[in-house]
């Protein structure tokens, strides 16, 4: 079982940067993809960014932080990182990282996934 432990997150002022970091307990070998997801006040779990590893890094976005966010892994760390910047009051959030190993599911889409950390708290301040 891979066990996934979040940090970085804090309080940051609207138009700065902030780089969160998902840890995993082992390394993963083989076919198998990462992603943030994010859940503020009162709203459901949404799709951030996926990091593929099928033999080369393919990655992917929300609309909503296309251009902002970048996703990234250190493979040799066993580390999925999310770099933040031009931060906006809503992405406030708390912010969870999860792992896919069967590509079933729509990968939007939180069901998708087998594994999750207990989140990381963002908050933008306007």
């Known amino acids: 079982q891979v066990q996934l432990v979040e940090s970085g997150g804090r309080l940051v002022q609207a138009g700065g940067s902030l780089r969160l970091s998902c840890a995993a307990s082992?390394?993963?070998?083989?076919?198998?993809?990462m992603a943030w997801f994010r859940q503020g006040p009162g709203k459901e779990r949404e799709f951030v960014a996926r990091?593929?590893?099928?033999?080369?890094?393919?990655?992917y976005y929300a609309e909503s932080v296309k251009g902002r966010f970048t996703i990234s892994r250190d493979t040799a760390k066993n580390t999925m990182y999310l770099q933040m910047n031009t931060l906006k009051p809503e992405d406030t959030a708390v912010y969870y990282c999860?792992?896919?190993?069967?590509?079933?599911?729509?990968?939007?889409?939180?069901?998708?996934?087998?594994?999750w950390g207990q989140g990381t708290q963002v908050t933008v301040s306007s």
């Open positions: 999860a792992v896919d190993f069967h590509f079933l599911g729509d990968p939007k889409l939180a069901g998708a996934y087998e594994y």
């Open positions: 082992e390394r993963t070998f083989g076919r198998y993809a």
């Open positions: 990091i593929n590893w099928t033999g080369g890094d393919s990655t």
